[in-house]
C-alpha cells in the first residue's frame, strides 16, 4: 500500500499563477485533510471531506478550493496564486466515520512545498 | 484562545535520557481526543500517540507514553531512553467532539510544535 500519495513534490508559481494540488490514498478511508504548515504555526486546517460527496472549511479556506473526486482522491486548487499562500501543504486521511464514529490517527502525504513568487 | 499550546520552542536532551514534552489544550467538549505526531528534518509526519479523554489509563507505546491530566488539561509526551533519531519537530494536537451527538469527523487542530535535539 501506498498510503497517502500527493503530487507534486515540489512547485514554483508567479503571482496570480492556478494550479491543484493533487491527493489520493488507498486505505478506503472516509475522511480526507488539506492543511498547510507554516514556520511557527503548526499545521492549520484548509479544508476538509468528511465522506466522499462533501467538503467543508477549515480554519484558513480563502483563496483555496477542495473537489472530493471520489472516495480515494481529493484535490485542493489555488486559482489564482498569492506569496501568503507560500507553505508546505499535506494532505491526510482517516478512518472517520459520520457521527458516533470512532476516530483514529490520521496517516499524512509526504507534503507539497509550494513557492509563490 | 489558542485550542493547543506548546510553550518549548526547543528542547535539549542527552542520549539515553528521558524527555518530556508540553502540551496543554483548551475545550469544552466532553469527548476529545489528543494526538502526538513526529516531523523529522524529510518532513513527512509520523504518527507516535493518542489518547481518548474518556480513557482511564495513560497511553504508551513503546519508548512513548502520555502524561495526562485532564483537570490541568496537560497531555505531555515523555520519550523514555532518547535516541539520536529522536530529533525531530514533536505536534500535539487535538480532536474535539462537540456534543449531543454532533462530530468534528476527525478534524484536528494542531500546536505550534517543539524542536527536539537529541546530543550524543
Known amino acids: 500500500n501506498a498510503g497517502v500519495t500527493q503530487t507534486p513534490k515540489f512547485q514554483v508559481l508567479k503571482t496570480g499563477q492556478s494550479m491543484t494540488l493533487q491527493c489520493a490514498q488507498d486505505?478506503?478511508?472516509?475522511?480526507m485533510y488539506w492543511y498547510r504548515q507554516d514556520p511557527g504555526m503548526g499545521l492549520r486546517l484548509i479544508y476538509y471531506?468528511?465522506?466522499?460527496?462533501?467538503?467543508d472549511k477549515g480554519e484558513v479556506p480563502n483563496g483555496y478550493n477542495v473537489s472530493r473526486l471520489n472516495k480515494r482522491e481529493f484535490s485542493l486548487r489555488l486559482e489564482s496564486a498569492a506569496p501568503s499562500q507560500t507553505s508546505v501543504y499535506f494532505c491526510?486521511?482517516?478512518?472517520?466515520?459520520?457521527?458516533?464514529?470512532?476516530?483514529?490517527?490520521?496517516?499524512f502525504g509526504p507534503g507539497t512545498r509550494l513557492t509563490v513568487l | 484562545a489558542q485550542k493547543i499550546t506548546q510553550t518549548q520552542p526547543g528542547m535539549f536532551v542527552q542520549e539515553k535520557e528521558a524527555v518530556t514534552l508540553d502540551c496543554t489544550y483548551d475545550?469544552?467538549?466532553?469527548?476529545?481526543?489528543l494526538f502526538w505526531y513526529k516531523q523529522p528534518s524529510s518532513g513527512e509526519m509520523i504518527f507516535l500517540i493518542y489518547?481518548?479523554?474518556?480513557?482511564?489509563q495513560n497511553a504508551t507505546e513503546g519508548r512513548y507514553s502520555l502524561n495526562f491530566q485532564k483537570a490541568r488539561k496537560s497531555a505531555n509526551l515523555v520519550i523514555s531512553a532518547s535516541q539520536l533519531g529522536d530529533s525531530a519537530m514533536y505536534f500535539c494536537?487535538?480532536?474535539?467532539?462537540?456534543?449531543?451527538?454532533?462530530?468534528?469527523?476527525?478534524?484536528?487542530?494542531f500546536g505550534q510544535g517543539t524542536i527536539l535535539t537529541v546530543h550524543p
Open positions: 491526510a486521511s482517516s478512518e472517520a466515520g459520520l457521527a458516533g464514529g470512532v476516530y483514529n490517527e490520521q496517516f
Open positions: 489518547q481518548g479523554s474518556y480513557d482511564q
Open positions: 475545550t469544552s467538549d466532553p469527548s476529545y481526543g
Open positions: 486505505m478506503n478511508h472516509n475522511s
Open positions: 494536537a487535538m480532536r474535539e467532539d462537540p456534543y449531543a451527538g454532533g462530530t468534528s469527523y476527525g478534524k484536528l487542530t
Open positions: 471531506s468528511a465522506s466522499e460527496g462533501t467538503t
